[in-house]
């Protein structure tokens, strides 16, 4: 019989990080899990950073390069546990997570989906927590990803199921993509201590994204959420607002980089799709930089 968790830590040149993310599951008061580090190609020494960890519940897979949808889903094809648990490669656990988590779907009759809090830090502050989960959350999630894999247990069974975009194209956002599918499936269950830490820092900011994989990836989520008949049931006539959203978020990266021509198209496609659209931020600032692209540099 396997572990209770299988904690899935996918990485990639992540050397420098990956050792304290392993730490701070290691260091759990509840010890009844596996820990599947998914090496997806690394070039650095991660390896050697993972084998100096050397205990038993700790286990090292190494693969070719093929982004994090697939490495999360190759971790849980190797996953044992009862329920999958995801952690990025440079965040991490408090003490209490999954002692908390336990308790969460104990005390739920071990359902299909559960959700602690967490927080968001930048160097030595807390610039965010996610610790009101719960109220008008069906309402939410469609304008933010408020979800986050580190705080998400998922029974095996639904996340072998349900896995992410098996494409390497789906690099961003793809999280936000299964958490809609799931919760157009099943009930999610919270408890909103904060038992994990997010770390914000540059490599998480917009200026790291390539403007064409970005295009690339928001296309195939959207036109998957289009062919998913649960998801449409779910949300109904919302679902114009995520897609109207996902678009003014492409025409925003796409007016960063200057990329005129292809702005005017997601602009387009956008207000189509929602003419709400026109009223929120991330609409007037992509018009703002395409009318204004001397503002890019002095901003970013």
Not at 64 to 83: L, P, Q
Not at 141 to 159: E, P
């Amino acid at each position: 019989m396997g572990p209770f968790f299988s904690i899935v830590i996918p990485t990639y040149n992540r050397a420098a990080f990956v050792a304290d993310a392993v730490k701070s599951v290691l260091s759990q008061t509840y010890t009844d899990f596996e820990i599947i580090v998914v090496d997806d190609g690394s070039q650095d020494n991660t390896e050697e950073v993972i084998r100096l960890l050397n205990d038993p519940r700790l286990i090292y897979c190494k693969k070719i390069n093929e982004e994090r949808s697939i490495a999360k889903n190759y971790g849980i094809g190797k996953a044992s546990g009862t329920y999958i648990n995801f952690l990025d490669s440079d965040d991490k656990f408090y003490p209490n997570h999954l002692e908390k988590g336990f308790e969460l779907l104990a005390k739920n009759k071990f359902p299909e989906i559960g959700h602690l809090g967490y927080e968001i830090v930048k160097g030595n502050d807390v610039i965010a927590r996610r610790n009101d989960l719960g109220e008008n959350f069906h309402e939410r999630i469609l304008q933010d990803n408020i979800l986050h894999g580190n705080a998400i247990f998922i029974r095996r069974d639904i996340a072998l199921t349900h896995q992410f975009l098996n494409n390497r194209n789906a690099f961003i956002s793809e999280d936000w993509h299964l958490w809609l599918c799931l919760i157009s499936r099943y009930n999610i269950y919270f408890d909103n201590t904060v038992t994990s830490v997010v770390n914000d820092h540059a490599e998480r900011s917009l200026k790291s994204i390539d403007p064409d994989k970005l295009t690339e990836c928001i296309e195939l989520i959207v036109a998957d959420l289009k062919t998913d008949n649960a998801f449409k049931r779910k949300f109904g006539d919302k679902t114009a607002y995520f897609y109207a959203d996902q678009y003014t978020f492409v025409a925003l990266l796409l007016s960063l980089n200057k990329r005129k021509m292809k702005v005017l198209k997601y602009l387009a496609k956008a207000f189509k799709e929602d003419i709400t659209v026109l009223i929120r931020k991330r609409f007037l600032a992509s018009v703002k930089y395409f009318l204004f692209p001397f503002l890019v540099k002095s901003r970013y």
